[in-house]
């Protein structure tokens, strides 16, 4: 299963654009990206998935270059309710089911 | 709808006793997964379950650990002869079908072994 990277912490304020970027040199080309969000005291939350270009949803956007090595998701205008941590994690569909290996994740801290 | 839910919320016990753990995914869903979440660190997957049968267990650390779901449903993870070590937060999740790309997390079961 391909790495991946991302910060371990941002810092934003309310009403910005916030942009996480997590690079995965080593995806494979079944691999799917997908992103998902964690509160504290709760289990994550899946937010968005995709595979390449752009992927837009009622929460986030997904930027995956061409080159797949990297993605970025994006949150549009933030809420003191956005601070969490956000995963990044490659996803293979291997055995019949996906296999979610979760990293540190980036901690995102929203302040008024 | 019902979301996933596990109980206890909080499980404190003694170093050396048994714990079982409960999760009760969202209802029809075929698939079922136990992580293991310590301080400051992401999800770790231990099994998982497609119908009745643990279709991958090698998260599981050790031979203390086990879990079942005997009909398909509820799930148990059971920990025998408990260790400091074992303290962390238990989250289960459940999606639609294997294949699905969302799973849907429980609020977790928090260990503590004293």
């Known amino acids: 299963l391909a790495k991946t990277t991302q910060p371990i912490s941002m810092d934003s304020y309310e009403g910005q654009e916030v942009n996480i970027t997590c690079s995965h040199n080593?995806?494979?080309?079944?691999?799917?990206i997908t992103w998902y969000q964690q509160f504290p005291s709760q289990g994550p939350r899946f937010i968005i998935q995709?595979?390449?270009t752009k992927v837009t949803n009622e929460v986030a956007s997904l930027f995956i270059p061409a080159d797949r090595k990297s993605s970025t998701l994006s949150l549009p205008r933030v809420s003191l309710s956005d601070t969490a941590v956000y995963y990044c994690?490659?996803?293979?569909?291997?055995?019949?089911?996906?296999?979610?290996?979760f990293g540190a994740g980036t901690r995102l801290a929203v302040h008024p | 709808g019902a979301g996933v839910s596990q109980t206890p919320s909080n499980k404190v016990t003694e170093k050396g006793k048994y714990v079982e753990l409960r999760c009760d995914p969202i209802?029809?869903?075929?698939?079922l997964y136990w992580y293991r979440q310590s301080l400051g660190q992401g999800p770790e997957f231990l099994i998982y379950f497609q119908g009745t049968g643990a279709a991958d267990d090698s998260g599981l650390p050790n031979d203390r650990f086990f879990a079942v779901r005997p009909e398909g449903s509820v799930s148990t993870l059971k920990i025998q002869r408990t260790e400091r070590g074992d303290s962390a937060v238990y989250l289960c999740a459940s999606s639609l079908q294997a294949s699905g790309y969302e799973q849907y997390f429980g609020p977790g079961t928090r260990l503590t072994v004293t």
């Open positions: 209802s029809g869903h075929t698939a």
């Open positions: 080593n995806i494979a080309t079944n691999d799917y």
């Open positions: 994690l490659v996803v293979l569909l291997s055995g019949g089911y996906n296999k979610l290996i």
């Open positions: 995709g595979y390449k």
